[in-house]
Nanobody, 122 residues
Framework: QVQLVESGGGLVQAGGSLRLSCAASGGTLSSYAMGWFRQAAGKEREFVALISWSGYSTYYADSVKGRFTISRDNAKNTVYLQMNCLKPEDTAVYYC???????????????WGKGTLVTVSS
C-alpha cells in the first residue's frame, strides 16, 4: 500500500514562490505516473499538473502553465511542484496522486495524499 505525504504548503504573498513535495512510502513511485491536484474552498478538486513515470512527459492546466513546474526524483521516491508567480486564486489544498496517466487525467488516482494548504495573500 503506497502512502503519500505532501509538504511545503504555507502562506505566501502574491508573486511569491513555494515548492511542494510529495514523498511516498510503502512502495516505489517509479511504477506510477504522478499528479498534483488542488481544491479551493467550495469548489471541486481540479487538475494542476501530471508527470509520467519516467519524468519524460509533463502536462499542465492552462491556469498554471508557465508558472508551475512538476518534477520527480524516483531515487528519492518524491515528486515536486515548483510554484512561481503565485496568485490569490492559487489558494487551495494541494493533493498529490499516484496512478496511470489515464486515471490521473480523469481526476482520479490509485493513491492520494492528505493534502497541504497553500494560501496566497494579495
Amino acid at each position: 500500500q503506497v502512502q503519500l505525504v505532501e509538504s511545503g504548503g504555507g502562506l505566501v504573498q502574491a508573486g511569491g514562490s513555494l515548492r511542494l513535495s510529495c514523498a511516498a512510502s510503502g512502495g516505489t513511485l517509479s511504477s506510477y505516473a504522478m499528479g498534483w491536484f488542488r481544491q479551493a474552498a467550495g469548489k471541486e478538486r481540479e487538475f494542476v499538473a501530471l508527470i509520467s513515470w519516467s519524468g519524460y512527459s509533463t502536462y499542465y492546466a492552462d491556469s498554471v502553465k508557465g508558472r508551475f513546474t512538476i518534477s520527480r526524483d524516483n531515487a528519492k521516491n518524491t515528486v515536486y511542484l515548483q510554484m512561481n508567480c503565485l496568485k490569490p486564486e492559487d489558494t487551495a489544498v494541494y493533493y498529490c496522486g499516484a496512478g496511470t496517466l489515464a486515471t490521473l487525467g480523469g481526476n482520479g488516482a490509485s493513491y492520494w495524499g492528505k493534502g497541504t494548504l497553500v494560501t496566497v495573500s494579495s
